[in-house]
């Protein structure tokens, strides 16, 4: 954590020193909404993060972005192995219109994400923290299907079962005294086939899902 040389900043009326970009929002599903002070707060102060190997942390005091307001913006992503990806991300603050509320968003946002594919079966698991959003509501998934084929004739026979499951959980977290949105997704999907072809005695997959990451976020701003 840097300390930061005071400034005084003649914005636009917002806190900030640029329009923020407003989104419509139809639903009021916005979770651990952050304050107008800590969107302004993140938007000068932002120092540094990190997320499992991943960092980024620009050179420059929060007085510069009065003359260069992408100064502190950017990015940066690390494959832990082939499979494992971390990003960091820090971008321009949003706000949300839902109806006659206003929800402030910082642009910070950490992601993770790993995957089992190509094989049977197939495992994903993403990890996301972000601002003040609109996410879908939490859910979970559990599907069994028949798996069948085709001939060349065109008749169709089932060959086995298919399974395919969701999970999806969101929750608020702090991080470098912040408000965040987590959001965890993972997803299965996985066949079984029938023992001769034809017989119908393939059972449904059980579904298991990858863990998500022991990393846990940083984030640093400038003190004064």
């Known amino acids: 954590m840097s300390t930061a040389s005071s400034f005084r900043a003649l914005g636009r009326g917002n806190g900030f020193n640029r329009c923020v ?6 639903e009021d599903k916005i979770i651990n909404p952050i304050t107008l002070e800590e969107a302004v707060n993140a938007y000068w102060n932002f120092d540094s993060m ?3 190997g991943a960092s980024f942390d620009p050179d420059n005091q929060p007085k510069d972005l ?10 940066d992503e690390n494959y832990l192995n082939p499979n ?3 990003i960091v ?7 949300y219109n839902v109806g006659d509320k206003i929800y402030y968003a910082h642009g910070i946002s950490f992601e993770y994400s790993t995957g089992e594919g190509g094989g049977n079966p197939e495992k994903f698991t993403s990890v996301h923290y972000t601002s003040t959003i609109a996410p879908s509501v939490p859910e979970t998934s559990n599907v ?9 004739y065109g008749s169709v026979y089932t060959i086995g079962k298919q399974t395919l499951a969701f999970q999806k959980i969101t929750s608020s977290v702090t991080i470098g005294g ?10 299965f999907y996985g066949q ?13 997959p059980v579904p298991s899902f990858l863990s998500e990451t022991s990393e846990v976020p940083s984030l640093t701003l400038h003190t004064y």
Do not use: M
Not at 89 to 95: D, H, L
């Open 192 to 204: 079984n086939y029938d023992d001769p072809v034809g017989s119908g005695n393939a059972t449904c």
């Open 144 to 152: 069994c299907s028949i798996l069948d084929t085709s001939t060349t």
């Open 84 to 86: 494992e990806l971390f």
């Open 50 to 52: 990190s997320f499992g």
């Open 66 to 75: 009065i003359c260069n307001e992408s100064d502190n913006r950017g990015f």
């Open 21 to 26: 970009s407003s989104i419509e929002v139809t």
């Open 89 to 95: 991300t820090n971008g321009f603050p949003k706000k």
């Open 178 to 187: 912040l408000p965040f949105v987590k959001t965890v997704s993972k997803s």
